[in-house]
């Protein structure tokens, strides 16, 4: 009667643990990244099938110079996966924690040539090409996957406000002479000129995120 026990307690034992070998050989399916198609920044889960997709938010066209005093247009980043910031060069605080955080991004993926990053200034009138040569050599910005871009302010504004959505002051009225963009916010597009994520550049966290998520862009 004990051996009888004993092999039923062993044959419990052993359907257990194939159970749970089954449960951690089961693949967990992957939740595709979202679309953000509003300055909101509401996310949107849209497949590419869904009627109207091919309508959604994309970034427009541009023309900027980078500080090898190269133009840098969306023809550049067909294909490609990128990240979208603005900053200035003299900002004391938020910029140099952005920065930092994007040099990380720039670490994980210097060897993939199918990863950008693109940082706009919102001073063009102050950061020149030469200036924006200077700071990318101090801070370690390869300019082969990292462009620092200048250009025209008016340029540069609406297409941070108007593609990006990239701007805390959005819906304020402001003359044309105190017009200042400002923001902390990192914005990922993917190779169809789609924005797939937003993130606070000043935080190491999200900045860990936003590298999982280009790597899932990658798949």
């Known amino acids: 009667m004990k051996n009888i026990f004993w092999i039923i307690i062993c044959a419990f034992s052993i359907a257990?643990?194939?159970?749970?070998?089954?449960?951690?050989?089961?693949?967990?399916?992957?939740?595709?990244l979202p679309y953000y198609i509003e300055p909101t920044f509401t996310p949107k889960w849209i497949e590419e099938t869904d009627e109207g997709f091919n309508e959604i938010h994309s970034i427009a066209n541009f023309k900027f110079q980078n500080q090898e005093g190269s133009w840098i247009t969306q023809d550049?980043?067909?294909g490609k996966i990128y990240i979208a910031?603005?900053?200035?060069?003299?900002?004391?605080?938020?910029?140099?924690l952005m920065m930092g955080n994007l040099l990380k991004v720039q670490d994980t993926f210097k060897?993939?040539?199918?990863?950008?990053?693109?940082?706009?200034?919102?001073?063009?009138?102050?950061?020149?090409v030469g200036r924006l040569r200077e700071y990318a050599d101090f801070n370690g910005i390869n300019a082969k996957n990292w462009s620092l871009l200048t250009g025209d302010k008016k340029e540069i504004y609406e297409l941070a406000r108007n593609s990006y959505f990239a701007d805390e002051g959005f819906g304020k009225t402001v003359t044309e002479n105190d017009?200042?963009?400002?923001?902390?916010?990192?914005?990922l597009i993917d190779q169809n000129r789609h924005i797939r994520g937003v993130y606070n550049g000043t935080l190491s966290l999200e900045t860990k995120q936003l590298i999982e998520d280009i790597k899932h862009l990658l798949k």
């Open 85 to 96: 910031n603005f900053f200035f060069s003299i900002c004391p605080n938020v910029c140099p």
């Open 16 to 32: 257990c643990n194939n159970q749970k070998s089954e449960n951690r050989n089961q693949t967990v399916p992957e939740i595709d």
């Open 179 to 187: 017009d200042f963009l400002h923001t902390e916010n990192l914005v």
């Open 111 to 128: 060897l993939n040539t199918r990863i950008k990053i693109l940082s706009h200034t919102v001073m063009p009138w102050l950061d020149s």
């Open 76 to 78: 550049d980043l067909k």
